[in-house]
């Protein structure tokens, strides 16, 4: 089998088989097939696009390019969740304990974040001490013991992957539906989980900006996932202004702390109700949605899921005495009110903005080696559809150098368009999916 030819086959609108995808992804993984070749045929799949049988070829090839980890050993059916990535997308904080409460085992790995905001595990490290390097013994003894745990991926996970998509990235073949799909679900693959619940997002804060794009992708997610023998759910849920209204790693903590008590911002705990009562139903601990929401309304009500977050934040080293007094998570040394300029009802809010404002202030990364200030950030008090006055606070700045603060503050109010007349906010949740 040669290079020369897939490339040449796939170039002129032909079929790839799984011989020869599988030829071509462990080659290149091995370093046997030189990135100009493959650069070639990711060209080629860019223009003649990939079928359904292809992408799933792909997908599998990619996850079995290194681990595949090994569950079996935790009881029950253990079920992972995945949002694409937004501005204020805290729901693993909140759902993952919630869920657990409820007795699905979540045995989830999760990545640091380049952009906006920190991932999962940046968000989490708000907690001193704690650690998601922690061995895969101590990952699946955990899980057995208190049914949650995160741990960071490891570099042999979906490898060809890493590879890949670093190709990709600088030869313009990223915006592939079908290279996309695949580059998700074949981490998520490999991670070991028996079903797979994914937070699409949509809109100007997403990675697909518009209804038409999360579709699709969420359609060939579902389909790979399903394919693979996954049981395989997607929420399209929007991002056309940031989820909840804390932006920024500690910030976003206290609001899932907040969402444990009872208290949480009426969209995030809709979204965390509709994602978690899948979880349920997917772990086989809820017959229906009303069984599920119910379940999950009782844990937070009685404390279990605001108790299972302090025993997996314990477990893995961290301390729990921040989730009862959140006065100790990280905090700004400066909290300034950004004041709206004029009057009326607000329009629309640059989600992106808002994102690119928390980076400004150090709560993302611009770089891989940038190091993230984990108490900066802004929480909104005003969203779509609200009306304010002239004077009145629009979000709260949490910052700590002056210069950053300046910046970012500029950068809120390109953010937020007013009117004068009433406006609707966007609907939260706008498509489920359980068969593609």
């Not at 490339?7 to 020869?20: F, P």
């Not at 994914?198 to 996932?225: C, Q």
């Amino acid at each position: 089998m040669r290079m020369y030819d897939i490339i040449m086959k796939k170039r002129n609108g032909g079929k790839l088989t799984s011989e020869e995808i599988e030829f071509f992804v462990g080659g290149y993984t091995n370093g046997e097939i030189p990135d100009y070749q493959v650069s070639a045929l990711m060209m080629a799949v860019y223009f003649q696009g990939m079928d359904q049988e292809e992408t799933l070829a792909l997908t599998m090839a990619m996850a079995h390019s290194g681990d595949m980890l090994d569950l079996s050993p935790i009881g029950g059916v253990k079920v992972d969740k995945h949002s694409t990535g937004g501005v204020g997308d805290k729901t693993s904080l909140a759902l993952a304990p919630m869920a657990a409460a409820c007795g699905v085992r979540i045995a989830k790995m999760s990545g640091r974040g380049l952009g906006h905001t920190g991932g999962t595990i940046d968000k989490l490290e708000s907690f001193a001490g704690f650690s998601t390097g922690i061995s895969r013994e101590h990952f699946i003894r955990q899980v057995n013991d208190i049914g949650i745990s995160i741990m960071g991926q490891t570099a042999d996970l979906a490898p060809a992957d890493k590879k890949l998509y670093a190709l990709r990235d600088v030869t313009a073949t990223v915006d592939n539906m079908s290279l996309i799909a695949s580059s998700i679900m074949s981490k998520k693959l490999a991670a070991g989980a028996d079903a797979i619940v994914l937070d699409v997002k949509t809109g100007s804060g997403a990675f697909m900006k518009t209804l038409e794009d999360s579709l699709a992708l969420a359609r060939e997610m579902v389909r790979i996932g399903n394919g693979a023998g996954r049981r395989t759910i997607a929420v399209v849920s929007d991002m056309d202004q940031p989820l909840g209204r804390a932006v920024g790693n500690a910030l976003e903590v206290r609001e899932a702390i907040d969402t444990l008590q009872g208290q949480g911002p009426e969209d995030f705990v809709e979204l965390c109700m509709t994602l978690g009562s899948r979880m349920l139903i997917a772990g086989g601990k809820a017959q229906d949605e009303g069984q599920a929401r119910d379940m999950l309304q009782e844990v937070i009500s009685s404390g279990a899921a605001l108790d299972k977050l302090a025993a997996f934040v314990q477990a893995q080293g961290g301390d729990p005495a921040a989730i009862y007094d959140p006065k100790l998570l990280p905090q700004a040394s400066h909290v300034e009110p950004i004041l709206a300029c004029t009057e009326g009802y607000i329009r629309e809010i640059r989600c992106d903005e808002i994102g690119v404002c928390s980076l400004l202030l150090g709560g993302g990364r611009e770089t891989k080696d940038s190091e993230i200030d984990l108490s900066v950030g802004l929480v909104l008090t005003a969203k779509v559809g609200d009306y304010v006055k002239c004077g009145q606070p629009l979000a709260y700045m949490h910052y700590n150098d002056p210069a950053r603060a300046a910046a970012a503050k500029e950068r809120f109010y390109q953010a937020y368009t007013m009117d004068s007349k009433p406006t609707q906010a966007p609907p939260l949740i706008h498509r489920i999916l359980e068969q593609a």
